[in-house]
């Protein structure tokens, strides 16, 4: 089978390393791509922000399935257009999109289904959201609607901060943003796979550390690194989040003409009065699915088309995000990265790209703000972030940073419920 892989980045590099190992795949597409899937995938010039140039891409190179990585081809329409030319596709329609493309939408249709989430309200104007940040009282959160990247969100105890937020999320006409219930709790992420005939099949739950610092520190990311499976979580958690939020969800995007394929993935808050939905995404997260892939063992077009049920390797994965100086504000780009083979000969480690390239002298040099994922597995928690971190310390790239705690069990959120930190 021939497939294209749409995106750039640590995910993208992380899926096509899976389908590489899968015997159903004969060849693999990446585009845009960047120097780390080149090494796997044909790379192809692509504006992802445009459905029609998806589509034409997966006619032109014949692609027999194609995965769509980021949210933005997918809130755009890439589905849509590709289904409409009869291609297959792994990714949601735009109408299904919006569960992450709207706040707001998604929040209506949680009120809907009856999915437990912060209770919230949403405004097109500045005065009720501010009498609103009162009646919910701090910790303040405030939400742009739209997306942003993972920048959109204000999490903070100090009122001038969250009124600065209302304002810059209804700076021009037509925003709309929505203040919250804050969550108290750790944070997981719950990823399912949502079928053509509607089965649902959770993936292992992982932890994401979106803050750039230490001990959640500083501003929120992407994605700083990531861990699977999570020691810590009851049991049974993967199953009652299916029962009580996936399923319920996808129940209700059917019954709303609207049927939702792909991958959903819950973002949750695990209070103290149970089970909180953060949000949802409508695409592998990124870093997470590095980690969740690193441990997967059967063939992943099985487990997207629901062939086969996901096999999990024993252990656990780490993956520890290598940014670029100046990141998350202002990341320096065209750094040259060395130690990459010696990072990769570490029994157990694979060096994922994210933002990387080659020049034209043919080395690879930073092309983003999260430069690479290292990923390593291990027979526990702790040897696989032993790997990871020694693989690290093997990578040179000038002003690069790295959160040091990665799975590490003393951090919070693992252990307890985190502290309130502003995010600006
Ligand atoms: P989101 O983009 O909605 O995932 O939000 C980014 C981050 O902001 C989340 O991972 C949480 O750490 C934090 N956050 C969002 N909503 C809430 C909430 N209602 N209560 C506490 N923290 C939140
Ligand atoms: N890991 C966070 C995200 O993909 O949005």
């Known amino acids: 089978m021939k497939i294209l892989v749409v995106g750039s980045g640590g995910r993208e590099h992380a899926l096509c390393r899976a389908l590489a190992r899968d015997p159903a795949v004969g060849s693999l597409v990446c585009a845009p791509g960047n120097a780390g899937t ?75 289904a009856g999915v437990p989430t912060a209770s919230s309200r949403d405004h097109t104007e500045v005065e009720p959201a501010l009498s609103d940040l009162d009646e919910f009282g701090p910790p303040y959160v405030v939400k742009y609607d739209g997306l942003a990247a993972g920048k959109g969100v204000t999490v903070t105890a100090d009122r001038q901060a969250a009124v600065r937020a209302v304002h810059a999320c209804l700076r021009n006409p037509g925003d709309r943003v929505v203040i919250e219930e804050y969550l108290d709790g750790p944070e997981v992420s719950l990823f399912a796979i949502v079928t053509e005939a509607g089965a649902v099949i959770p993936l292992l739950p992982a932890q994401d550390h979106k803050r750039v610092g230490d001990g959640d520190a500083g501003p929120n990311t992407g994605g700083m690194g990531a861990y699977a499976p999570l020691p810590w979580v009851p049991h049974g958690l993967s199953t009652q989040v299916v029962q009580t939020v996936i399923q319920p969800t996808v129940d209700e995007m059917a019954r709303r003409g609207t049927p939702f394929h792909g991958l959903l993935y819950a973002g949750l808050a695990l209070t103290s009065r149970g089970v909180r939905v953060i949000e949802f995404n409508v695409r592998f997260g990124d870093p997470e699915i590095q980690a969740i892939l690193a441990l997967l063992s059967s063939p992943l077009t099985g487990v997207l088309t629901g062939q086969q049920a996901p096999v999990w390797r024993s252990g656990a994965a780490v993956t520890v995000v290598v940014a670029a100086a100046g990141y998350p504000r202002a990341p320096r780009v065209g750094d040259p990265i060395s130690g990459l083979a010696a990072a990769s000969a570490l029994t157990g480690v694979d060096i994922l790209h994210a933002g990387t390239r080659r020049d034209t002298d043919g080395r690879i040099v930073s092309s983003g703000g999260r430069v690479l994922c290292v990923t390593a597995i291990g027979s526990h928690l702790e040897a696989a972030r032993g790997s990871a971190y020694e693989a690290v310390s093997r990578i040179s790239l000038a002003g690069a940073h790295y959160r040091t705690d990665i799975g590490d069990p003393g951090r919070l959120g693992y252990s307890g419920p985190p502290a309130v930190r502003p995010t600006s």
């Open 38 to 112: 080149a090494e796997l995938a044909q790379p192809h010039p692509l504006d992802v922000t445009d459905p029609d140039a998806v589509a034409d891409l997966a006619e032109a190179v014949q692609a027999e399935l194609t995965i769509i990585g980021p949210e933005i081809p997918l809130v755009a329409g890439a589905a849509d257009k590709l289904r409409a030319s009869g291609q297959r596709c792994f990714g949601p329609t735009a109408a299904a999109a919006r569960l992450e493309g709207s706040k707001a939408f998604a929040k209506n249709v949680m009120r809907a």
